[in-house]
């Protein structure tokens, strides 16, 4: 798919549009949709690399059928998403999805059969016109503190009579409604009305578990965006820059091929690289140092690239206690890819994978877990959190798992983090990240 196909794409729902009085400007606005995806610099960077792009209109028609094949063998009317992510997975519409995680004015309507129905708020129903995904845009009832202040009673109740009046018109007389994420106002509301409520978190993360070949391509170029990304910032890492100069680098190389926006800010370096999760600082970088990070990155398509690396800042030779810690690392990742096919269970993957010591050394939250549009399940973790936090599954084709890996002793010491994105195949795996680790720590 080349440059003019996806500009094909994006307009296509735009003749009703005009036809309702849009103003020339609003018009030019509704043209410039198509050049939100990635510009000609990254399409010809694919290229390039002999990537292939996705077919946008056949992975959508995938992601909603997912989702309704879960409505349908949970027998649900419908499911209400407010989770930006969610909603980007059933409708591939996406407006403000960082500010909407936190300001519930944004949700979406998808029956087992019918119509799907976005609420967006004022000035905003031109954003869904790129994709056949919606069938009809409706203004928000936006019923959270900051939009109904003492009203919030008043307007929850307005919402809810509009939910409940969907269900029941699209529903077939099923008056079970699931819901990923709402407050326990607008719970009792439709409840008070009859409508039956359930969660409809674990729904849509099984939806997403499984990816269609048009989401893999999408992730490949997703991936191959980032990691041009993170070869930018390895040409600004010198000793004198800080922590969260360095870490702006592939923040903007983000945006400017087509991304979105990066979930954490994990990067690290010198003695703040154990234990991990210290996010990026001030700490001005020396020579000699490790810097480690891991980009949760949500990139191009709206596909997430989880992968981590550990550099050694400048021309130095790294000392004995660096190679060792970077060798423990990456021989823990390299194991536990080897490990994936499909057929095993997640315990099967908790106790067969290498782990060390935990008396010894420090190590990450989990073994694996899945990604997609962001993190994703499952979340597989080590063998000693089993009993209290483990659940089973199978792992299956068409699954895309993170295999982690942070090493750092206990007493102190360099530590590394290194991450690699994995596709589960028919027969095994591939690895889809591709940036090089560090021959100078390897040894």
Known sequence: MSLASLQEIAPRKIGPAIASGRSPVEQAGLMSMAALGPDKETLDAWKAAGLTL?????MRRYRLARVRQQLIAHDYAG???????????????SNMQVWTLHNACRYAFVPAE?????????????????TDSVDEVRPCVPWFHFCAGERVHEQVARWADEIASVVRKHGGGNRRLALDHCDTEGVAALERIGVEIHSGEALMEEARRIKCEDEIRAMRCAIHACEAGIDVMRSHLKPGVTEQRLWSYLHAENIARGG???ETRLLASGPRCNPWYQECSSRVIEAGDLVAFDTDLVGSFGFCVDTSRTWLCDDVIPSAAQREIYRLAYDQVQANIDLLRPGLTHHDLSHRALVYSPAEFRHYSCLYHGVGLCDEAPNIYFPEAW???????????????CVESYVGRVEGGPGVKLEEQVLITETGHEVLTRYPFEDRLLG
């Open 54 to 58: 996705p077919d946008l209109p056949a």
């Open 114 to 130: 019918g119509p799907v129905i976005l609420w967006e708020f004022d000035h905003c129903d031109f954003l869904s016109d790129h």
């Open 79 to 93: 499911i209400v998403l407010y989770d930006p992510v969610n909603v980007r997975y059933a409708t591939d519409t």
């Open 387 to 401: 009993a209290t936090w483990g659940y089973d599954g199978m792992i299956e084709p068409g699954m895309v798992m």
């Open 260 to 262: 979105e926006w990066i």
